[in-house]
């Protein structure tokens, strides 16, 4: 396969792969919503007032995705999927960071 029609693939799927998540965080306070309706009656019976569990699962729903998502950060995964790709499918990075190294050797053997 073409150079150029393998790029044009990935950033379709990662143009889709972005607004797919978007899309899904969106649709799914409706679908909670939904969810909530269906089940006031249950809600008011154990005295749980619809309009608190209107409220509450979609910025529950929020808070939670951004919750989830900054532990992923912060516990390093993020960072080790980055890694991952970088070392494993950008090969340039690893020549990079090898070609830096023999830079910096070679000036501070000339700082000497």
Request: with cysteine; net charge positive; proline share 5%.
């Amino acid at each position: 396969m073409k150079q150029h029609t393998i790029e044009f693939i990935a950033r379709l799927k990662l143009r889709f792969f972005i607004g797919a998540a978007i899309a899904t965080a969106i649709s799914t306070i409706p679908n909670l919503l939904t969810f909530a309706k269906v089940w006031a009656p249950t809600f008011e019976y154990y005295g749980i007032s619809p309009v608190i569990i209107y409220i509450f699962l979609p910025v529950g729903f929020l808070f939670s995705c951004y919750t989830i998502g900054h532990f992923w950060d912060i516990l390093g995964f993020w960072n080790r999927e980055n890694e991952y790709i970088n070392r494993v499918n950008n090969p340039q990075v690893p020549e990079l960071m090898k070609d830096i190294k023999e830079i910096k050797k070679m000036l501070e053997e000339k700082q000497l």
